[in-house]
């Protein structure tokens, strides 16, 4: 017998687990990874799951049974190893007491860690086998480690340190490694086992929160790409391999920047107003001539692009008014302070002309464009910064390092951190956003062990960690996070996923509430989004994003399902913020000015608030006849139903359609 599990052109790496009787099939150079349950009876083999990983198959292994989650009902985990990460995919059976209680059917006694034999034994014939062991977390054995003199050994049942590895009673299994692609959830005929990942118990949670407690008026938002017309295609020789800090392209109201993979830093930049197919001959770039870090528009002027590059210096672009006819090859500004390449830069969203930046030298720098010199340098991180953010006000700046730190900086009185706290224990990549009105800090970021999760702080106490997390899935790109201050949803996706995560964030419990998401066709490389007067009010849209493929640039619009589009959704459009117009500018606020955004209604003149909608008469609601008739007696029914039986079998004493026929009549028939 034999079994086709799926189609590739690389070597096929089986993977058996005896206790389970479950083979792990991985090609090397796939993206897919078959799970089936080997049995000694037909069907033999019995598909339990087929997923899709984010990233190509280098290696693959199998993690020894002492190390499993027991009590989340785990049976078997696998490591992929990919291009840049190594990624835990987790198998688990769905029980109604997982995380409490050891289910003993699921884990038969394994094969310990204690040998049978030495060498010279097996060599002289010796056949002993090696004892088995229970994974019942009281009653596996003891590790033989040797006690410091005088110190004595813990009785059992002490603390949660002295229990092995993989019997912590947390219940935190991995979710599927890819959101593209959910495995399947037939259940094994003979094991009893599911297939496929289990959510995370704080995904479970959400879900039994949003019947039971708080619910969100986004919570059934609606994603949707729109009409062809409005998209840019045929782009060519786009830039894949951007550094993690960079979104991978930058928008504004006009104008499009997408980085090309042509020598000399190229970036290309598409008018949206004009849309459609790009022509095939070479386009008129802005030539950087060092490979790009990281990009983005001055808010407040939608022809300057700060651009950081390779070596270590931020050059200002002036894009002509109608967008680029020809190549630029000269900056309007150049500033350098830097020592090593930039990681990252972020426009100031209040005072016009100042530009933060951070680096390999591990400062973070701030810029004032008017003269065109640095004017003050941050300290005090240890490792990579991985992303900053402004606070709403402009007063403050956050960053998130690589050293796990989260910190809060208050650049105009202080070179050093004003509050510090633990980040995310993860080390492969971390963003960070103000969110409820600059109270709370929202990181996206890694546990240590590689699942994606949110988690939010308290801006006023960085220092006692995070007051919430939300665990999302295992993927290797991290989460880029676009924040909406008038409705508290936050946007979420990482370049090269094809789910995008909708959440409202609250400042109280439950903090995180799970809205719909959005699904794209492909894996997308980017998600970059436009400014709120972008979005068309009378569809309920709150925000619109441009999301980049390999050789497009697509539209995407969050509309809110509503039943009376005729008016103005008052509750879902507040005021918004005048963000076309600096408050103050770079000079007075590096004196120490402080300032704020004017506010303006989304409402068109047209439309009259659906808090002011006349309230419509209630509609009567006629009840069946049958409510006004008397009650009919059994003998009416089975009366009823038989007719009705008859009516639709037909009467049994019509004659049959073949008795009309021609044929041999009966007195010809011999006896």
Known sequence: MYACANYTTGMLVPLFDDDTGLLILAGLGDTAIDCFEVSTFEPFLTQVSHSMTDASTRGIAMVPKLALEVLSCEVTRVLQLTDSCIVPISYQVPRKNSGNEFHDDLYPDTVGTTPAMSAEEWWQGGNKQVEKVSLHPGKRPKPAAKQPPGKKE?????SKEELPRGCSTSSSPLSTPSSSAAPSRSPSSTSGLSSGFLPSPSQSGKAIQNLMGPTSKFRHIQGAVMHR???????????????GECDGFCVNRQRVAVPLAISGGQIAVFERSGPGRQPDTALPTIQNSVNVADFSWDPFDTHRLAVAGDDAKI?????????LKETLTEPKLVLQGHTEKIYSIKFHPLASGVLVSSSYDLTVRLWNLESGEQVKVLTGHQDQVFGMAWSPDGKLLATVCKDGKVRVYDPRKSTSPVQEGPGPEGHRGARVVWVCDGKYLLVSGFDNRSERGLYLFSADSLSSGPIANAGLNVAPSTLIPFYDPDTGVVILTGKGDTRVYIYEVVPENPYFIECSSFNSPEPHKGLAFLPKTECNVRDVEIAVGLMLTKTTIEPVAFRVPRVKKDFF???????????????????AWLSGSNGQHKKFSLKP???TPVSEAPKEAPVRKYLPSSVYLE????????????SAMVAKLGNMDDPLPQESYEGVDDEEWDD
């Open 569 to 587: 959704q008052d509750d879902v459009y507040p005021d918004t913020d005048v963000w076309w117009e600096p408050a103050l500018t770079a000079s």
């Open 229 to 243: 017309d409005k998209h840019i295609t045929n782009i060519r020789n786009l830039n894949l391999t951007t550094p």
């Open 605 to 607: 003149k047209d439309m």
């Open 315 to 323: 050059r200002v672009w002036q894009v002509p008014k109608g967008g």
């Open 154 to 158: 813990l009785p059992s049942g002490g």
């Open 631 to 642: 009650e009919k007696t059994d003998e009416q029914k089975k009366e009823e139903l038989l």
